[in-house]
């Protein structure tokens, strides 16, 4: 039996180079939320709260359109649904001893990039692994929203302005290998794109407010991609 | 905003974000039964990552020439399979760069 110390250690580990990843998109998140009117302690207290790139992104638009708390919910929760999967999957992992205080922080850190390496880790997962895991990428997120909104105004605004496409080039990097190589994904990625394309275009439907226009294509999207091709065992 | 609407939405947010996560971890010991529901929840991300992106990322930089070669820059690095940082800090060189050559002309 392995001690508790380095199992948190072997966490630690794993979860370093995603940490790595997180500071760049949070720092960028940092200066986005400012841009949008939060401060940068509400900026901050939203990463630390959340913990989801995607969704604190829509979040903070729909927030910074006056849009109303039921687009706001429904919006964010659509973004979050993978979660749901995530953690189905995950469940079946965890060592079946595990506390329920336990399990409500383990459900904290439920993140793409965190589940993905937790998939990949020995059976059963004990709560000192996930802790390690998780630790680094939290620190990494919070406190680059933190730098980013505290340091976002005071940089050259040319910077500010490059800056403002990492996060879109984080959602490239996240989607670009998947639909590479399965043509279902790109399917769907493609027709996400045009059902877009096409709200914002015609009149009528053009003065959707982004949380739902972006909750009625996905749910189009996506829901026509498992028409055409429910699949078995998908993750 | 107001700050006390900021921290309802935050709140709204948490419970959005934190009930999907930690729902299934206390009450579900079984795999989801539904070829269609787990297909339908696999495709989801991709499907609202792609309608966030396109066209809002035309539109992330200062000068719309700059954004576009930043896109086929990233596009180019994450279709070789690049890791999320490289595709990222890419992006913004080539934006940095296009922004940097067009104060000249």
């Keep these: 039996m392995t001690s508790t110390h380095s199992e948190f250690h072997k966490g630690v580990l794993a979860g370093l180079p995603i940490a790595l990843g997180y500071f760049s998109v949070s720092f960028t998140f940092g200066i986005f939320a400012v841009r949008d009117g939060f401060s940068p302690l509400l900026a901050t207290l939203l990463s630390l709260t959340n913990l989801s790139s995607a969704g604190q992104f829509a979040g903070v638009r729909i927030m910074a359109d006056l849009g109303s708390y039921a687009e706001l919910a429904v919006a964010v929760l659509l973004i979050n649904l993978r979660y749901l999967l995530m953690s189905l999957a995950l469940a079946s992992r965890l060592d079946p001893r595990l506390t329920t205080p336990q399990r409500l922080l383990i459900g904290f850190g439920v993140t793409d990039e965190i589940y993905a390496v937790a998939s990949q880790a020995e059976v059963p997962l004990g709560s000192r692994f996930f802790y390690g895991l998780m630790s680094l990428p939290v620190l990494s997120w919070v406190g680059g929203t933190f730098l980013g909104a505290a340091l976002g105004p005071v940089l050259p605004s040319s910077l500010a302005s490059a800056l403002g496409i990492a996060l879109y080039c984080m959602f490239i990097a996240i989607i670009v290998p998947p639909a590479r190589a399965d043509r279902r994904v790109l399917s769907v990625v493609v027709l996400a794109i045009a059902l877009n394309l096409g709200f914002l275009l015609l009149p009528g439907l053009r003065d959707l407010a982004f949380g739902w226009r972006i909750t009625i294509v996905t749910v189009l999207a996506a829901g026509c991609g498992a028409l055409l091709w429910p699949k078995e065992g998908a993750s | ?105």
């Design chain 2, 1 to 105: 905003m107001s700050t006390g609407e900021i921290l309802l939405g935050i709140l709204v947010m948490v419970l959005v974000t934190y009930g999907p996560r930690v729902l299934p971890l206390l009450l579900l010991r079984r795999q989801l039964q539904s070829a269609y529901l787990q297909a339908f929840f696999a495709y989801v991300p991709y499907a609202v990552i792609a309608a966030m992106t396109v066209p809002d990322i035309f539109f992330a930089a200062s000068q719309p020439a700059a954004a576009v070669l930043g896109t086929a820059a990233a596009l180019l690095l994450a279709y070789r399979g690049r890791s999320l940082i490289t595709v990222a800090l890419g992006g913004v060189a080539v934006v940095f760069l296009v922004e940097t050559v067009l104060l000249y002309f």
